[in-house]
């Protein structure tokens, strides 16, 4: 298994440039997170989606959309790209809560630098 | 707000020395709260702590809930070089939905 996976794990984007960043998960989890970190900050919730197809804004959404078409698969866009994006950015999955013995899994991030 | 809050942010040790970190919140409905430790990349589960008063231990490191004061402890004993990273805390609030709230971390610096 290979766990969570994020690519790229480098990207330097020029200020409204648009990109993708692509998380994979092979653990058949239902639940996917996108995080951004920055200094003392802790890790804040961007999107996330409780199963393929839905969607949902987390604590700060603005400036980033997110698709959900494969279960696995979880996409954080960029449309236009501002400084205030520079950041790592991890990807998470979990299963669902039912039992409450849940945890996240952490992919090993993405450091975005945009100029 | 749903809000986790850690303490202190930075520490700087010996090794051999026993450090304490602390973790308190404010959340609708808790669920349960757990401690992660990053060291250069992502964060690596430690604990999951769901009832008061129960400790969970690994090796050196320990810790406990306290649901009365809405806190937890991270205890890591005969410190290592190896033990720097920055440790995060977090929580599941109200809702089915996954979502972890993150305190700031403490970052700990193990000097040889």
């Known amino acids: 298994n290979a766990g969570v996976t994020q690519t790229p794990k480098f990207r330097v984007l020029k200020t409204g440039q648009s990109m993708t960043l692509l998380c994979a998960q092979d653990?058949?989890?239902?639940?996917m997170y996108w995080y951004r970190q920055d200094p003392g900050m802790g890790l804040r919730l961007i999107h996330y989606?409780?199963?393929?197809?839905?969607?949902a804004k987390g604590e700060v959404p603005d400036g980033y959309n997110v698709s959900r078409l494969k279960k696995q698969n979880f996409l954080l866009g960029l449309e236009s790209a501002a400084p205030s994006q520079t950041s790592v950015y991890f990807c998470?999955?979990?299963?669902?809560?039912?039992?409450?013995?849940?945890?996240?899994?952490f992919g090993p991030g993405t450091r975005l630098t945009v100029l | 707000e749903d809000k986790v809050v850690q303490s202190p942010l930075s520490l700087v040790v010996h090794e051999g020395d026993t450090v304490t970190l602390n973790c308190s919140y404010e959340?609708?409905?808790?669920?349960?709260l757990l401690w992660y430790k990053q060291e250069k990349k992502a964060p690596t589960f430690l604990f999951m702590l769901?009832?008061?008063?129960i400790e969970k231990k690994s090796g050196r490191l320990s810790s406990i809930l306290d649901k009365k004061e809405l806190s937890s402890i991270l205890n890591i004993t005969a410190t290592q070089t190896g033990d720097s990273a920055i440790y995060l805390c977090?929580?599941?609030?109200?809702?089915?939905?996954?979502?972890?709230?993150f305190g700031q971390g403490t970052t700990l610096q193990v000097k040889p």
């Open positions: 998470a999955s979990s299963y669902e809560l039912a039992a409450r013995t849940d945890t996240q899994y």
């Open positions: 653990m058949n989890h239902e639940y």
């Open positions: 989606s409780v199963g393929e197809g839905t969607t």
């Open positions: 959340v609708t409905n808790f669920r349960s």
């Open positions: 769901t009832s008061s008063g």
């Open positions: 977090a929580v599941h609030g109200s809702g089915n939905t996954g979502k972890l709230i």
